[in-house]
C-alpha cells in the first residue's frame, strides 16, 4: 500500500567503509542544535503542519496534492503520523515493537482499510524514531555503528559525512558543516536527499522549520515531499492508546 507517510521514512542505506567515531563533530552539531543539557530532556517532539506532495514524470508533467499532517516521536520507540484530506485520513504508528496503518474515508467511518506493518519497516520505523529524539547521540547502546566518512566534497561545498548504522541494512548518511556542525543534507540508498531548511526554536533546541524529501521514481521521474511545520511542542504527555494497534473501530485523530 503506498501512502505519503512512507515517502516520509526513506531510510535504508549502505554504510561507508570507515570506522572511525566522529566525537567532535557530533558535539559539535548539537551544541548547534542545543546543547547537550536542552537535547537530553527532549522525551517527546510533536509537529503540526503542511504537507505538499509533487510528483513528476520524466517529460515534466506534475501532479500535486496537499494535507494537514501531525507528526509524534516519543521514547523509547513510539512514532504517529496523521495525514488528513478531504478525501482520506491516514494513520501510520509505531507501539515499540508493533506497527500499523489505517486509511480512512472521512465522510463515511464504515469505509476503511487497515494494515499491520512487517518486520523490516518497524526496524525503518524504529530508527527514524530514534534520529528524530536522540539528536546523533548514543547508536552505539543500541548496537548500532557511528562511522566517520571525514570531510567529503558535496553540493560544492566541503562537508563532514557521518553515517548512522542501524544494523539491518537501516543507515543514515548526514552532512555537517565543519565549521558550525549544522547539519546540511541527508541521503539515501534510493538516492533520495533530504533537507532541513528554517527553524523552529523550542526548550531551547532547534526544530527544522520545514523538511523536504525529492526521491527519484523508477519511470525516470521524480517526488517531492515537503512539510512546512507551523507547531512544534516538546515534552507532552501522550496515553498509550494513541499508538496500539486499534480495534476495527474508527481511529480517533
Do not use: C
Not at 64 to 85: L, V
Not at 135 to 159: M, P, W
Not at 228 to 247: G, M, W
Amino acid at each position: 500500500m503506498k501512502s505519503l507517510s512512507r515517502s516520509l521514512l526513506l531510510l535504508a542505506l549502505v554504510a561507508a567503509p570507515v570506522l572511525a567515531q566522529p566525537t567532535a563533530i557530533i558535539a559539535k552539531a548539537r551544541s548547534f542544535l542545543g546543547g547537550d543539557a536542552a537535547l537530553n530532556a527532549i522525551k517527546s517532539v510533536h509537529y503540526h503542519g503542511q504537507l505538499e506532495s509533487t510528483i513528476t514524470s520524466a517529460d515534466g508533467e506534475t501532479r500535486s496534492t496537499t494535507a494537514e499532517i501531525d507528526i509524534i516521536f516519543a521514547k523509547p520507540f513510539y512514532q504517529r503520523i496523521a495525514i488528513t484530506t478531504p478525501e482520506k485520513n491516514e494513520t501510520t504508528a509505531l507501539d515499540i515493537y508493533e506497527a500499523w496503518q489505517r486509511i480512512e474515508n472521512p465522510e463515511n467511518v464504515n469505509q476503511w482499510q487497515m494494515s499491520l506493518l512487517d518486520q523490516p519497516q518497524i526496524r525503518r520505523l524504529r530508527a527514524n524514531t530514534w534520529e528524530n529524539l536522540s539528536f546523533f547521540a548514543g547508536l552505539e547502546k543500541q548496537g548500532g555503528k557511528v562511522i566517520d566518512g571525514g570531510l567529503v566534497t558535496k553540493n560544492d561545498r566541503s562537508l563532514h559525512l557521518v553515517s548512522f548504522d542501524h544494523g539491518y541494512g537501516i543507515v543514515f548518511h548526514r552532512y555537517f558543516d565543519p565549521a558550525t556542525g549544522k547539519l546540511v543534507v541527508s541521503e539515501t540508498d534510493s538516492g533520495a536527499t533530504i533537507t532541513e531548511d528554517g527553524e523552529n526554536r523550542v526548550a531551547g533546541v532547534r526544530f527544522p522549520g520545514s523538511v523536504t524529501t525529492v526521491s527519484p521514481r523508477a519511470d525516470g521521474g521524480s517526488t517531492q515531499v515537503k512539510v512546512v511545520f507551523d507547531k512544534v511542542t516538546v515534552n507532552e504527555t501522550f496515553p498509550a492508546s494513541l499508538f496500539r494497534v486499534p480495534t476495527v473501530a474508527p481511529t480517533a485523530n
